[in-house]
């Protein structure tokens, strides 16, 4: 058994109410941010979260749920169009009610009901707590580079360090001399070419 509202019924009627809150919900997904009363704007809240829950899964069952409430064809486009997919990745907490100053005349609270466009507080400190946790996760990897490039420069160090004069000349020696044999080996292979290249020649 369905559980019934608590609180004054809104209009004259179970008819009347279920008429407003379509009219209600229709200017709210029209201008995204309407004024009301807040007894309105506390009724008019579920109403309108369950309408963007619909719009959110988007096929055709749940388009045919929300035209059963919103006649408005044009704003039955924009809450599946735009407004549905704006919501993809919130759980919940599709409209925030602000409370402003008592109307005019007989004094009623009045407030101004909206969709939660922009990011809040909570999902920012969500992105700030992914993006820490990922930083967390890449300085260990940074670090342990930066350790490992600094051992090799000690070791190089140490070796430079404990080599003394004649080792030093000894390994450039070996250097010029690796130079020079590679040197000769080139040029005799050059003569070889250029002797097979005439001989090949005064045979012809």
Do not use: C
């Amino acid at each position: 058994m369905p559980k019934p509202t608590k609180g004054r019924r809104l209009g004259g009627s179970a008819s009347h109410q279920k008429a407003m809150l379509a009219n209600l919900a229709t200017s709210l997904f029209e201008h995204e941010r309407i004024t009301t009363t807040e007894s309105k704007a506390k009724r008019l809240r579920p109403y309108a979260e369950k309408l963007i829950t619909h719009a959110k899964a988007g096929n055709l069952a749940h388009r045919r749920e929300v035209l059963k409430d919103i006649r408005d064809k044009d704003v039955v486009h924009k809450l599946f169009a735009e407004i549905g997919p704006s919501f993809a990745e919130r759980e919940g907490g599709y409209t925030r009610i602000i409370k402003t100053l008592p109307r005019k005349g007989d004094n009623a609270p009045m407030a101004v009901i909206e969709l939660v466009t922009g990011a809040t507080a909570s999902s920012e400190a969500s992105r700030a707590t992914r993006v820490a946790a990922s930083q967390k996760a890449a300085t260990p990897a940074a670090e342990a580079a930066e350790a490992a490039a600094a051992d090799d420069n000690n070791v190089v160090a140490q070796v430079e360090a404990d080599a003394d004069d004649a080792a030093v000349e000894n390994a450039d020696a070996v250097a010029e001399g690796t130079t020079e044999e590679s040197w000769a080996e080139s040029a005799a292979e050059i003569s070889d070419e250029k002797s097979a290249d005439e001989k090949s020649a005064d045979d012809k």
